[in-house]
């Protein structure tokens, strides 16, 4: 609050008048201070919430960059998986060993073992 300074040095010599014009100019200069004090909370409050908003915008953001990198993480797990999957049912298909052998001969002729 700015200090306000009398016209003289002393209150009680004043006149009536002068007095009036003393305590009116004091109020003024109380509702300017107050007025000034409101618009610089004011203007602090807006601040507040203009930081705290970018503030939630730059989380909203990185959590939305998290949200992708895991979905294409997921993604390529999936793919992951599935190319294990087919590997093992390529896997499967095919016989291995003494199978692939016997898979792989040629037919012979019928062979009766029992007779009638």
Same mark, same amino acid.
């Given at each position: 609050?700015?200090?306000?300074?009398?016209?003289?040095?002393?209150?009680?010599?004043?006149?009536?008048?002068?007095?009036?014009?003393?305590?009116?100019?004091?109020?003024?200069?109380?509702?300017?201070?107050?007025?000034?004090?409101?618009?610089?909370?004011?203007?602090?409050?807006? *601040?507040?919430?203009? @930081?705290?908003?970018?503030?939630?915008? %730059? $989380?909203?953001? /990185?959590? &939305? #960059?998290?949200? +992708? =990198?895991?979905? *294409?993480?997921?993604? @390529?797990?999936?793919?992951?998986?599935? %190319? $294990?999957?087919? /590997?093992? &049912? #390529?896997?499967? +298909? =095919?016989?291995?060993?003494?199978?692939?052998?016997?898979?792989?001969?040629?037919?012979?002729?019928?062979?009766?073992?029992?007779?009638?």
């Amino acid at each position: 609050m700015s200090n306000f300074t009398f016209a003289c040095a002393s209150v009680n010599g004043l006149t009536l008048a002068q007095k009036r014009e003393t305590v009116t100019a004091l109020r003024a200069s109380i509702k300017a201070e107050i007025a000034a004090r409101k618009i610089a909370k004011r203007s602090e409050k807006d *601040a507040k919430i203009a @930081a705290r908003a970018v503030r939630v915008a %730059a $989380r909203e953001l /990185k959590m &939305a #960059d998290k949200i +992708a =990198k895991a979905e *294409a993480r997921l993604i @390529a797990l999936q793919a992951k998986n599935e %190319a $294990r999957l087919q /590997k093992l &049912a #390529d896997l499967k +298909a =095919k016989p291995v060993g003494i199978k692939a052998v016997k898979a792989n001969r040629k037919p012979s002729k019928v062979v009766i073992t029992e007779m009638a």
